[in-house]
């Protein structure tokens, strides 16, 4: 339906590493965690981009780099034609009102001591569009009913309200600035299920009425499919597919998109019982020190000899806009490749950089 | 005779000042030697507690447990707390949601589970550390040798989950509680850990009872569903007729409110409306009327009977969904 229209927001080999300080007196930077790692993607006006993959992944950490909350250390993001990453001060200051964001946490993200008035009020005082009272009344009392809350919650505060109706005063806030783009970080995982459906269809919702961008993060493939027009999986800092949602589901290429969806339950006990899995062995890899060649080859099971541990694929164009980083993507699909066991590495939850300890000794280090 | 059978179980929180609230409202439900069973429920819908009065881990002071939990016939809520001390571990087991928290990190993985082959069963330290690292291996833990002497924040937090199995299953207990085991964990890691646990049980003849939110894991693994809403069960069925033929509205909402994997794209989801909060207390009506499409004015009236169906449930509803409308 979006087809034609150009793109709203264009990221190009976007990276963004955080240094690992160590040292008594000066800090020296041992080593880096590549959270995101040459990411480029685009997002067409009016449409919905959801982001997967698991914890770790950096999908987090990219949409809060597109927004420059954590500063990308390379790399273009085009936001309608300017890069965002050149603006300066009062420049991107000024840019921001077009991006907004929406956090996990309803309750953690809210100022506990504003009431919602304030905390609506706040960003269009920012960007001194609150001259005005009875404008900015009208302005809170619309976005207000546009989410769905009664006129009378702009005197209350964010522990009066329920976990669903705190997000959406946090999609309120977000939306009183008019924005074009917002970035949903996890919007429905703090809520129950019979809540999720609700903030969902809202988010829909306001979508057609005001034909915002959005880009979804959220680990839950099945929240994603429903919403988004376009998928990009996410493993270990990069990309490793992305295609129209529809696509994506009815024939995921990548196999860790593969792994990823046959692991998803589903609430039918028929589809359960025939489904096959495809368990994946052992956790995410650090990403402070990330296999080499495709990420993805320590845990794949479809892994082979050649080119996977040494080579690091690129997004290629497999079939019609369906966009895979695997250098075996269609011998998989064909059935040419067939999967095997796979030996369980060891993943260690610290930085990976210190050495281990080696067994038996239990002295901890000071 | 059930190996477990729950019966008018409730939990009221009573602090002073405060109007008492109840959590728990008179759960029922039997557990058959080697089933698994499945208490389903959104936040505050009772099931934790259920499970934290099973085995006896509620605080001493504030709350009022009644009822009965027949485990084998024995009433563990007459138990004196040493005797429950023995069966706990022993007996019954439970894995909680978080396995950081649930684990000390203070102390090596081998130690904490060898304690309980200690305190159990009389091993002495040396050989059950050998017996821990024989089920650190069964598990599914890579070199468990080493994990011995390791501290949790060392292990990831999938294999932090399967050492907490690991302990709970270490004295072979005749019945498992599982509290959202894979709530914390990534879908991936979700599946490695229903895959081991539907093994174990399958293996050693365990009863699961398993404590989920999500529909999903229900549908793979329980052979019977509790369905819980305030505090009281609303639903109860085996899994196939409740996922074919939810009958209560609150059951078939919540089936209907999950977005699928496999369902085609773009449907609006038809969600529940107002939030749990909106309840009623069950002596005045049913809890779920101010949520439900069905409502009736017999459901204002007083609480709706748990009564049994035709399909061999059992159902607390005035006004049920039609079995001819499928779910979806």
Redesign the interface.
């Known amino acids: 339906m979006t087809e034609q229209t150009e793109p709203l927001i264009e990221l190009r080999d976007v990276k963004v590493h955080f240094p690992i300080k160590s040292g008594l007196l000066f800090d020296r930077t041992v080593g880096y965690v590549y959270a995101v790692d040459g990411v480029s993607l685009s997002i067409r006006k009016g449409e919905t981009y959801g982001l997967v993959g698991e914890s770790g992944c950096g999908k987090s950490t990219l949409g809060r780099g597109l927004l420059r909350l954590v500063e990308p250390t390379e790399g273009e993001i085009i936001f309608d034609g300017t890069d965002v990453r050149s603006l300066k001060g009062e420049a991107m200051r000024r840019a921001r009102r077009r991006m907004q964001m929406i956090f996990q946490d309803p309750l953690s993200s809210l100022d506990p001591r504003q009431s919602v008035e304030s905390l609506l009020v706040e960003g269009l005082k920012a960007h001194g569009l609150a001259d005005d009272k009875a404008e900015t009344n009208r302005r809170l009392r619309e976005t207000l009913e546009a989410v769905g809350l009664p006129a009378s919650s702009l005197s209350k505060y964010p522990h009066e309200f329920s976990g669903g109706q705190r997000q959406r005063i946090g999609i309120a806030r977000a939306l009183v600035l008019n924005p074009d783009l917002i970035v949903a970080d996890e919007p429905v995982s703090a809520l129950d299920v019979s809540i999720q459906a609700q903030v969902l269809n809202l988010l829909e919702d306001l979508q057609n009425e005001r034909g915002l961008t959005y880009l979804i993060i959220a680990h839950d493939l099945a929240v994603v499919r429903h919403i988004a027009d376009t998928v990009g999986v996410m493993y270990l800092g990069g990309l490793v597919e992305e295609a129209s949602s529809d696509d994506l589901y009815r024939e995921p290429m990548h196999p860790y998109t593969r792994a990823l969806m046959s692991a998803v339950p589903v609430p039918d006990p028929l589809v359960e019982d025939r489904r096959e899995r495809i368990l994946l062995a052992g956790d995410l890899p650090s990403p402070t020190n990330p296999p080499s060649g495709c990420r993805f080859h320590t845990r794949c099971p479809w892994a082979q000899p050649t080119r996977c541990a040494d080579e690091r694929p690129q997004l290629r164009d497999v079939v019609g806009g369906h966009r895979v980083a695997c250098h075996f993507a269609e011998d998989i699909a064909s059935g040419k490749i067939r999967p095997h066991e796979v030996e369980v590495e060891l993943v260690r939850p610290t930085d990976g950089t210190g050495p281990v300890d080696p067994p038996g000794e239990l002295i901890p280090t000071p | 005779m059930s190996l477990l059978d729950v019966r008018d179980l409730s939990v009221v929180f009573q602090r002073r000042g405060e109007r008492p609230f109840t959590a728990v409202d008179k759960v029922s439900f039997t557990v058959e030697p080697g089933q698994t069973v499945g208490l389903v429920g ?2 505050g819908c009772g099931k934790s507690v259920t499970s934290l009065a099973i085995m006896g881990l509620l605080p001493k002071r504030g709350n009022k447990v009644t009822g009965e939990v027949l485990f084998e016939g024995t009433d563990l809520l007459k138990l004196r707390p040493d005797d429950m001390r023995d069966r706990r571990g022993r007996e019954i087991s439970m894995i909680f949601q978080d396995p950081l928290s649930s684990l000390n990190p203070v102390i ?1 993985i081998g130690i904490q589970v060898a304690e309980v082959l200690e305190r159990h069963q009389g091993r002495d330290r040396k050989q059950a550390l050998r017996e821990s690292r024989e089920l650190l291996d069964a598990v ?1 833990i ?2 468990p ?2 994990r011995l ?2 501290y949790p ?7 932090r989950q399967r050492a907490l199995i690991a302990i709970a299953l270490a004295c072979k207990p005749r019945l498992l509680i599982a509290d959202e085991p894979t709530t914390a964990l ?7 850990i ?2 081991l646990l539907k093994q174990l049980v399958d293996e050693t003849g365990t009863a699961l009872v398993m404590i989920t ?8 693994l329980c052979d019977t569903v509790n369905v819980l809403y305030g505090g009281k069960v609303v639903e109860r069925e085996r ?2 007729e409740l ?2 033929h939810a009958r209560h509205p609150y059951t078939h ?3 209907n ?6 369902s085609p ?1 773009g449907e ?6 107002g ?3 909106d309840n009623i207390p069950w002596v005045e009506g049913c809890a779920f009327a101010p949520r439900c499409d069905n409502v009736v004015d017999a459901c204002l009236e007083g609480p709706p009977p748990l009564e049994p169906t035709a399909t061999g449930g059992d159902l607390r509803c005035n006004n049920p969904v039609s079995e001819e409308v499928a779910v979806r």
């Open positions: 959104e936040s090596p599914g890579p070199d040798q080493r002497t390791e924040h060392q292990i990831s937090g999938g294999m990534d879908v991936t890691i979700q599946a490695q229903l895959t939110h999500d529909l999903g894991v229900v549908a793979g899994r196939h996922f074919a909402g919540l089936l409110s999950v977005p699928r994997l496999d794209r609006r989801l038809h969600a529940i409306r939030s749990v909060a």
